[in-house]
């Protein structure tokens, strides 16, 4: 049995636990909202990039013959794996990594790995993976500029022949209590956003031509996909760690309550012990 000492001792321990948990939920509470902030003043553009994207296409007669929109054979895949680049996040990392393996162990073809955040890319090397590029420290401060670099060099592999498809896999961000993994083809490029809605609009005049302006926006439209991913997966990181310090506080507030009252019924047994040794000495004294 546990000495008195002991006991507290670890509710000592227990509550220094709680105040670091309900510190870090106050931090990722104060993240998550610039982090959804900027998720939300991300997704019209993108949206309306890719309904634009998606009529300019629906308008070209016969398959646009643009290299990063052309299909070919997939002979070879690209997988980008963007996670977190810390832990206490809850089933955050969790949940892409495990679908990452799903992805890994039913492709067909050979898929090279990219990843983005430290978690994904030990998580894949610890069971045998090989990791072609490595994106360390982007997350910290994500920029469009740095995505666009990513994009950049995602395009001239496929463009090059090396790769024939490319995917990214991420979490993304539904509220505070919400995350969920996508896993989206990024290379050869499609616009999904409402294909038939954006060719029964109004049929623009594009100058110099459509195909011109889908050759200058196809790139652009890569890289804002890079960037919505990577502030997703920021938004969806901080809710997550968020929900998971405080299920850590509640928990560890309940552990404080169960620890003081076995503490006081065995600092209670311990009196009445000696009460009754005290007692039994002055009666033996007596006799």
Same mark, same amino acid.
């Given at each position: 049995? /546990? ?14 636990? *709680?105040?670091?948990?309900? /510190? ?8 998550? *909202? ?83 955040? %430290? ?27 740095? /995505? ?99 299920? /850590? ?15 006081? %019924? ?22």
């Amino acid at each position: 049995m /546990a000495s008195l000492r002991d006991i507290r001792k670890r509710i000592k321990s227990v509550k220094n636990t *709680r105040q670091i948990t309900k /510190a870090m939920k106050m931090v990722s509470a104060a993240k998550l *909202r610039k982090a959804q902030d900027a998720v939300i003043a991300a997704r019209p553009y993108a949206q309306t990039l890719d309904a634009v994207m998606a009529q300019l296409m629906a308008g070209q007669d016969g398959e646009p013959s643009l290299p990063l929109l052309s299909r070919r054979d997939v002979k070879k895949v690209e997988l980008v794996v963007i996670t977190s680049d810390r832990g206490l996040a809850g089933g955050f990392n969790s949940n892409v990594t495990r679908k990452a393996l799903r992805f890994l162990t039913d492709a067909k073809q050979p898929v090279e790995i990219t990843t983005i955040g %430290r978690k994904g890319n030990e998580f894949l090397r610890g069971r045998g993976y090989t990791i072609r590029k490595d994106y360390p420290g982007v997350l910290a401060k994500v920029t469009y500029e740095r /995505a666009r670099e990513i994009a950049q060099e995602l395009s001239n592999r496929f463009l090059a022949g090396e790769v024939d498809a490319v995917h990214v896999l991420n979490n993304e961000f539904v509220s505070a209590v919400a995350q969920v993994p996508v896993l989206a083809q990024l290379l050869p490029f499609e616009a999904k956003a409402a294909v038939q809605k954006a060719a029964s609009q109004v049929d623009f005049l594009y100058e110099p031509s459509g195909e011109a302006v889908l050759q200058k926006l196809v790139p652009q439209a890569i890289a804002v996909k890079i960037y919505r991913s990577m502030l997703e997966s920021v938004a969806a990181e901080h809710a997550a760690r968020m929900t998971a310090m405080e299920n /850590a506080t509640k928990n560890a507030g309940e552990m404080i309550s169960t620890l003081t009252l076995f503490y006081n %019924r065995s600092r209670q047994a311990l009196i009445t012990k000696e009460l009754m040794e005290i007692v039994s000495g002055a009666e033996a004294l007596k006799g």
